[in-house]
Structure formats: structure tokens, C-alpha cells
């Protein structure tokens, strides 16, 4: 395909949603990069992705950033209320080991070690029936943990409403920019997340777990706090809800950025 649309004299455009070449080199996207001669362009989803994509590619390549902001629907979650006790965290992907659901259950064992009455929530598709006998194994030892299993549409609305925090320490090593953070942070909702691809662009740096979730201490010394004091959880609610309004000027941005791209022929 790559090899017709430079013959067509066509501007090939590739648009990235993967660190799976990033992580290390590809022979073969390399070679479809060689092929795709001088008229390409590259749209990636975050500074660290276009940077990478370069280092391993080549300094030619042309990039522009534009977000999965411009490419969802965003639920309707009704925001946090002022005044609201931090009570409960959640956890929502396509459920693995690779995910870090394991991490999230050890995250709920050492806050009820210390003392935490918070509840958690669990969603998503399970990658096997192993991993959904392992959730309700652990569930059933720490207590407090309820599996709800898939979420779609209002389903996932009724289920970002009933957490104060989204915990995401996955280590999939192709991880690129995952929807829920931003389906969680339009809903007002605080995120913490793993440092793997676009993430660390996504999630503030006092909330970013190390790249294989290996180091709970942090986030659960937050968690703790915010469970204690009314006021430092209402600071964090406060910093959710403008990251929030910063989000949504980015997504008009963004959106506003990709349809130029196919209206002007700044790309030739």
C-alpha cells in the first residue's frame, strides 16, 4: 500500500497508536518508513511519541501531536461534589497481569494494612477465567472489593460516577495513550497511573507510579491522606476540575488540528 501511494504521488500519512516500534527499534517499520519516501507524515499522540519515533527513524521525519482527545465520546459523568469524603478508588481495563491488576489488589492490601476503611471498585473484561478467580480470591481476603465485571456505555457512566480515583499501574510494555485516563479525568476524576508511553504527558508527575507499579508507597501514603482530610482531598478535586477545562480546550484543539490536516496542504 505504501509502495502504491508513493508511486500515485500521494501524501502518505501514518498515524500511531502503538510504542510496540518504540520500545526498540523495528526492522520493518523501518523499512516502510525507507519506502514511504519524503512525502510522509507522522501523527503521534504525544511529545515523548514523536520524539521517540524520530530518535529511531530519522531526524527528517515530519510529526505533529494530536491527542485520542480528538477521537472520543466523552461519558456523562456527573462531577465530584464539593464537600465529598474520599471513600472509594477504582480500577478499569482490559484486565491482566500486564494491566496491573495484581498491583491494584496489592495497593487495597496495604491501605487496609493501614487502616483504610476505602472501598475499591474493579471493572473491566478479564483475559481469562484464571484472572477472574484470582480477582475474587483476593477480593474475598481483603475485603471491601467488588468486581463488577465489563462496563459499556451507561454502565461505565454509573461506574467512574461511583469512584474518587482511578488507579491504572499497568506495565504493558506497548502501552501508548490509554482512553480511560481521559475518560476519568473529563469526569473530574483524580487518575494515578504507571509512567509508560504518553502517560507521563497525561497524568500529574506527583501521581505517576514507576514504569512496572513496582513502588505503592507513594500513591498509598496520598490515598491515606486524602481519606483522612476533607481539605487536602478537596485540593486534589480542585486540581482535577482544571486539568479538566484544560483538557477540554485541548480536545477542540486537537480535533480542530486533524481536520486541517486533510483541508490544507500544509502537510505537502
Known amino acids: 500500500m505504501v509502495a502504491l501511494a508513493r508511486w500515485l504521488g500521494k501524501t502518505i500519512a501514518f498515524h500511531h497508536h502503538s510504542f510496540a516500534y518504540l520500545t526498540k527499534r523495528s526492522p520493518i517499520l523501518a523499512s516502510i518508513v525507507r519506502m ?17 519515533l524520530s530518535e529511531l527513524y530519522g531526524k527528517h521525519l515530519r510529526t505533529v501531536v494530536i491527542s485520542n482527545l480528538a477521537f472520543i465520546d466523552l461519558p456523562a459523568v456527573e462531577l465530584r461534589n464539593c464537600g465529598r469524603k474520599f471513600s472509594s478508588i477504582g480500577y478499569l ?3 491482566s497481569l500486564e494491566k496491573g491488576i495484581d498491583r491494584f489488589l496489592d495497593l487495597m492490601a496495604r491501605l487496609r494494612e493501614s487502616g483504610s476503611s476505602l472501598t475499591a471498585r474493579i471493572a ?4 481469562d477465567l484464571e484472572i477472574e478467580r484470582y480477582i475474587k480470591r483476593r477480593a474475598s481476603e481483603i475485603g471491601g472489593i467488588e468486581y463488577v465485571g465489563p462496563v459499556y456505555d451507561d454502565a461505565k457512566v ?5 469512584i474518587d480515583a482511578l488507579i491504572f499501574p499497568t506495565r504493558y510494555v506497548n502501552e501508548a495513550q490509554p482512553v480511560v485516563i ?6 473530574g476524576i483524580i487518575v494515578a497511573a504507571s509512567s509508560r508511553g504518553c502517560i507521563a504527558n497525561m497524568v500529574p508527575e506527583e501521581l505517576l ?7 505503592l508507597d507513594g500513591i498509598a ?6 481519606e483522612k482530610s476533607v481539605a487536602d482531598f ?5 486540581e482535577a476540575d482544571r486539568n479538566r477545562a484544560g483538557l477540554l480546550v485541548q480536545r477542540e484543539d486537537d480535533a480542530r488540528k486533524f481536520v486541517d490536516l486533510f483541508e490544507v496542504p500544509a502537510i505537502r
Open 124 to 127: 473491566g473484561p478479564c483475559s
Open 221 to 226: 501514603k496520598q490515598i491515606l491522606a486524602w
Open 93 to 95: 481495563s482490559n484486565i
Open 209 to 215: 507510579l514507576d514504569p512496572s507499579a513496582s513502588d
Open 158 to 162: 454509573h461506574f467512574l460516577s461511583s
Open 234 to 238: 478537596q485540593t486534589a478535586l480542585n
Open 36 to 52: 514511504a519516501g519524503t512525502n510522509q507524515l507522522h501523527i503521534t499522540l504525544c511529545p515523548r511519541m514523536a520524539t521517540t
Open 182 to 187: 481521559y475518560e476519568a479525568q473529563m469526569a
